[in-house]
């Protein structure tokens, strides 16, 4: 007789790529989030959410490996209809643009924040789930409006806490870039279309500058790249001297903006694209001048790319300049953080009609770990008051202690496991990281009083204090029950 198989367990793990968020780290990102909001909404800019699943249609084929068109996302067939999850919050807000164009304001300023995914190959801290912070102007042509996000940028760093010289606002312009490849010859101005994959791989080769080096970046440009995996990426197939002109606009780089510019106009010889991308970036950086923007905050630098295919002008990134130690123990800068550029032609593919738009995105989670590296970030998240159970007839007595500190702005709970161990309510209120605890047996009620307990001055004490010192700051003291909010108010503001 066959032997009787018992049902089979689900495993307990995230599945590959994803990964969960717990209490401080939902914190942490709360309340980064909501100055990164306050910052966006004094500059005028509305919320928007939109939802999480978009048609592939509207998705469009303008994912970062583009090589890989309607893959890389998380998408199923649904009524004929694919669908899938969104990979940034760029393409749905084209969406939105062209499907409410008579209602929304023109020019229409948004931010939207939320996750985004992307089904791609996880590595270390590269996960297929993560949060972007975005804010976008559609409907408005002016360079100025590539300058305002600049600027903004730029304040939203130091909002949340990267101070002034641990970070810089980069600006390029793709139409610069245009004319170089123009005269590189690998873009005919009369046939755009004509070697778009090889400005395809291009433009991800120079975006890798800061990882592969001008070794691997050159391998990319030519025949081809294998990494140390031993996997080959194919190259974009130039010739030496064509790959030359290419290196040189990402060398371009000079002490001054102005400088920078100058060398920039002397690489893209007579291209008509590429003086228009040169005068854009002389006027965007009069205008960040104008407004106390210097090169130590917002900076000319041909080397920013961006990776995406539908930048169609200005480009941006934000670096953090400071210094970290690597997994290896070695110096490095901490890298980009943000980055975003003017995408002229994605609503477009809706209405037909030429949408000017330009925005930034933020990844959420690389802002979050440079603030811990400053120090901004990471401490313990103070948890609730616990008002412990001595009697479980008189939970009603309870319930009202914590309805009182909740009416007051305490945040507040009552122990809801088993009260019989009154050291396991204590052990619960210290994984729980909370500050004070509340205790009340039949005794101190009928006296009408409660004992409030310190518990962070108790754990000091425990660590730190001699004996005489515990003696003469008890952690643990009683209080009148009509005191019990105030007594507690003043812990917490002495904590």
Not at 81 to 107: E, F, G
Not at 117 to 127: H, I, L, S
Not at 430 to 440: E, F, G, L, M, Y
Not at 468 to 476: F, G, H, L, T, V
Request: overall charge negative; glycine content about 10%; hydrophobic content about 40%.
């Amino acid at each position: 007789m066959a032997k009787d198989r018992s049902t089979r367990r689900p495993k307990a793990e995230t599945p590959r790529g994803f990964r969960d968020y717990f209490g401080a780290e939902v914190t942490e990102r709360k309340a980064m989030l909501d100055r990164i909001a306050e910052v966006y909404h004094l500059y005028g800019f509305d919320p928007l959410e939109t939802s999480a699943v978009e048609t592939v249609e509207a998705l469009g084929k303008f994912l970062p490996d583009v090589d890989r068109p309607n893959e890389g996302v998380f998408a199923w067939e649904e009524d004929n209809d694919w669908l899938a999850l969104r990979y940034d919050l760029t393409a749905p807000l084209a969406r939105v643009a062209a499907q409410y164009r008579n209602d929304l304001p023109s020019p229409y300023r948004r931010y939207a924040m939320g996750p985004v995914w992307r089904n791609e190959k996880p590595g270390p801290g590269r996960f297929r789930q993560f949060y972007q912070c975005d804010a976008d102007t559609v409907g408005a042509p002016s360079v100025a409006a590539d300058a305002e996000i600049c600027a903004m940028l730029s304040d939203t760093l130091e909002s949340v806490g990267i101070p002034r010289g641990d970070y810089i606002v980069r600006v390029n312009n793709r139409k610069v870039l245009n004319g170089v490849m123009e005269a590189a010859g690998v873009l005919d101005p009369a046939d755009p279309t004509r070697w778009e994959a090889e400005r395809g791989i291009v433009l991800r080769a120079i975006d890798k500058i800061d990882r592969l080096g001008d070794t691997g970046v050159r391998a990319l440009l030519g025949a081809g790249r294998k990494d140390e995996s031993g996997d080959f990426t194919k190259g974009a197939g130039l010739s030496d001297d064509q790959a030359e002109v290419v290196m040189g606009f990402m060398a371009a780089k000079r002490d001054s903006g102005a400088a920078t510019v100058g060398r920039l106009r002397e690489l893209i010889g007579g291209s008509a694209i590429g003086l228009e991308g040169v005068q854009e970036l002389e006027t965007i950086a009069d205008l960040l001048a104008a407004q106390g923007y210097g090169p130590d905050r917002v900076d000319i630098d041909p080397s920013v790319v961006r990776g995406l295919g539908y930048y169609t002008g200005p480009v941006f990134e934000a670096e953090l300049t400071f210094e970290i130690l690597d997994e290896k123990g070695r110096k490095r800068q901490f890298g980009s953080v943000s980055g975003g550029g003017r995408y002229d032609d994605l609503v477009k593919r809706f209405t037909g009609q030429a949408v000017p738009a330009t925005g930034v995105s933020i990844g959420v989670d690389r802002l979050l770990a440079a603030l811990r590296e400053k120090g901004r970030m990471g401490a313990e998240t103070r948890g609730p008051v616990i008002v412990t159970v001595m009697d479980r007839d008189r939970m009603a007595d309870y319930q009202a202690m914590v309805g009182e500190l909740r009416a007051a702005g305490i945040r507040a709970e009552v122990y809801l496991g088993n009260p019989k161990n009154f050291g396991n309510q204590l052990k619960y209120a210290d994984k729980r990281n909370s500050p004070v605890a509340i205790i009340q047996g039949g005794d101190e009620a009928a006296k009408g009083i409660v004992q409030i307990k310190d518990l962070v001055l108790g754990a000091k004490i425990a660590s730190e204090a001699s004996l005489e010192e515990w003696k003469s700051q008890p952690a643990q003291f009683e209080a009148p029950r009509g005191d019990l909010v105030a007594q507690v108010r003043r812990l917490l503001n002495e904590g």
